[in-house]
């Protein structure tokens, strides 16, 4: 008896990778908590920064507090990154117009004025972050379900944390870790099998969501370039917002091809796939369509749980 294609463990159809309208709303509440939880640090630095200056009588007094000038230049709508393009006169330059024009005028009311202008930049530094938070936590979710996966069967791992780009092995707590890592490797049979988010790969020379190897974590940047270490490259799409959906497809699409195209002139065609978390009713066809054909292996909605579980258990025996 043939072995049942991959994605018919959990797809019986199209209709299967629509998203609904329940899971739509949840996307959506997720991403106001997530927002009001990435936003805690800001208002915590308004008010230290109310508390430190409520004893000070003028605006122009301000510019002697050492401690408060990379807020005051934060309130003068310069950003962070920014800053660093400044020379120190410019940025005594920033912070003066800021109170000469806008604090001074304020009256008494200055303190207030200034600390709603540091939470006027800081959210627009905010606003930035959560453009990308769709994919992070839709990242943070198959991560969870790999290492479900990984642990029902006691296989241990390694994780690599994405602020300093170490490998650290797994430990008895793992509660948490998917919010700081951007890869996994675990061994399959006498192999390595590291899986990798946000990799530019350097003959596509573009980025990929995912990527899994068939090489060891230290074997990596000099297996990055040799299309035969490449097992499976998918793409990952966590926006919730439907007016997005197609054109998130349309991108994932046009990226799937190429790899395909790239690996075909090798004779190879490593395993494909899609996951999404907003999926109408036309792209879930298409998708079913390429997934029929064979142009792409595998994909699963990503705000369907037994859809995001065999995919990952899919991956973890590639």
Request: glycine share 6%; hydrophobic share 40%.
């Amino acid at each position: 008896m043939a072995k049942p294609k991959p994605y018919r463990l959990h797809l019986s159809s199209s209709d299967d990778l629509v998203t609904p309208y329940e899971a739509v709303r949840a996307g959506f509440v997720a991403l106001a908590l997530e927002k009001n939880r990435r936003a805690t640090p800001f208002v915590e630095q308004a008010r230290a920064l109310k508390i430190i200056t409520a004893t000070v009588s003028t605006p122009t007094e301000l510019s002697k507090i050492e401690e408060i000038q990379p807020a005051l230049l934060t309130a003068a709508g310069v950003s962070d990154k920014a800053a660093g393009h400044l020379h120190p006169k410019d940025k005594t330059d920033a912070i003066q117009g800021l109170i000469e024009n806008f604090l001074a005028p304020a009256g008494s009311n200055f303190v207030e004025e200034l600390v709603f202008r540091f939470l006027l930049t800081r959210g627009d530094t905010l606003g930035g972050s959560m453009r990308n938070v769709g994919g992070l936590l839709a990242q943070r979710k198959l991560s969870r379900a790999i290492i479900s996966t990984l642990a029902l069967s006691s296989v241990s791992y390694q994780w690599l944390h994405a602020t300093n780009n170490t490998w650290t092995p797994m430990s008895e707590d793992d509660s948490d870790i998917e919010l700081h890592l951007r890869g996994l490797s675990w061994r399959k049979g006498k192999k390595r099998r590291p899986i990798i988010y946000n990799l530019t790969v350097p003959f596509l020379k573009n980025n990929v969501d995912l990527c899994l190897f068939n090489c060891s974590q230290t074997e990596l940047k000099t297996k990055l370039g040799l299309t035969n270490s490449y097992i499976a490259l998918g793409e990952l799409k966590g926006g919730i917002d439907p007016a997005g959906a197609d054109e998130h497809w349309k991108t994932a699409r046009t990226a799937l091809i190429r790899i395909r195209d790239v690996f075909t002139q090798d004779g190879l065609k490593p395993h494909t796939f899609f996951i999404g978390a907003a999926i109408a009713k036309k792209m879930a066809q298409e998708i079913w369509a390429d997934l029929e054909v064979g142009t792409l292996e595998n994909a699963a909605n990503l705000t369907a749980e037994n859809q995001v579980a065999s995919l990952a258990r899919w991956l973890c025996n590639l």
